[in-house]
Structures are given as structure tokens and as C-alpha cells.
Nanobody
Framework: QVQLVESGGGSAQAGGSLRLSCAAF????????MAWFRQAPGKEREFVAG????????RYGDSVKGRFTISRDAAKRTVYLQMNTLKAEDTAVYYC????????????????????WGQGTQVTVSS
């Protein structure tokens, strides 16, 4: 398993931007997919975006399509989430997660297959 450490959360106004980073410590093989999930108070954990480590193929949740972009830097073993045109409903704790088979089967949008998780970073968007 890999250890994941998120950074970059904070506060922004509606319409603004933030970029989250997730650094992976340990071996990230080409079989991996990395993803961002989020969880708002009283709500279930929601898939935001994911990327296959080798192919860089991406997948997005419907609520963030066209506004968020996920990318990865293999040399730095880091995954990024660029969040633009933020809305109040984007307020949540954002988690980075790793799926050791996602690079083979495709980016999965449920939390179960992800076996490594970061500690989470808070994003607060004010309207």
C-alpha cells in the first residue's frame, strides 16, 4: 500500500479556484488509479475525479465535469485536482485515494476498491 498526504485545501469564494495536491509515498505501479473523493457533513462520500497512473485516462463525477481537472506527475508521485468555478456545494473534506487495480480495470467511482486513503483536506467555498 501507499501512503497519501493531501495539501492545498482552504477557503475560496464562489467562482474562485483552488488546487489540491496528493503526494504518494511508496511504490505506485502502473496498475494503480488515483482518485479524489469528498464528503460533506451529513452526506455520503462522493467520487470527484480519478486518473489511471499509466495511461492518464480520467473520469469525473457529474457534479464537477467541466470545472475540475485531475492530473498526475509521475516523477513527483503527485496527483493534482484543479478546481475552478467553485460553488458553495463544493464545500467538503476532500480525500485522495489509491486503487491498486484501477490502472487495469479502469477508474472506479465507488470508495470500496480504494485501499489507501489520505487524511483529508478541508475545502470551504463561501457564496
Amino acid at each position: 500500500q501507499v501512503q497519501l498526504v493531501e495539501s492545498g485545501g482552504g477557503s475560496a469564494q464562489a467562482g474562485g479556484s483552488l488546487r489540491l495536491s496528493c503526494a504518494a509515498f511508496g511504490s505506485v505501479s502502473t496498475n494503480y488509479a488515483m482518485a479524489w473523493f469528498r464528503q460533506a457533513p451529513g452526506k455520503e462520500r462522493e467520487f470527484v475525479a480519478g486518473v489511471q497512473w499509466s495511461s492518464e485516462s480520467t473520469r469525473y463525477g457529474d457534479s464537477v465535469k467541466g470545472r475540475f481537472t485531475i492530473s498526475r506527475d509521475a516523477a513527483k508521485r503527485t496527483v493534482y485536482l484543479q478546481m475552478n468555478t467553485l460553488k458553495a456545494e463544493d464545500t467538503a473534506v476532500y480525500y485522495c485515494a489509491a486503487d491498486s487495480l484501477g490502472g487495469i480495470v479502469g477508474v472506479r467511482n465507488t470508495a470500496g476498491p480504494y485501499t489507501s486513503w489520505g487524511q483529508g483536506t478541508q475545502v470551504t467555498v463561501s457564496s
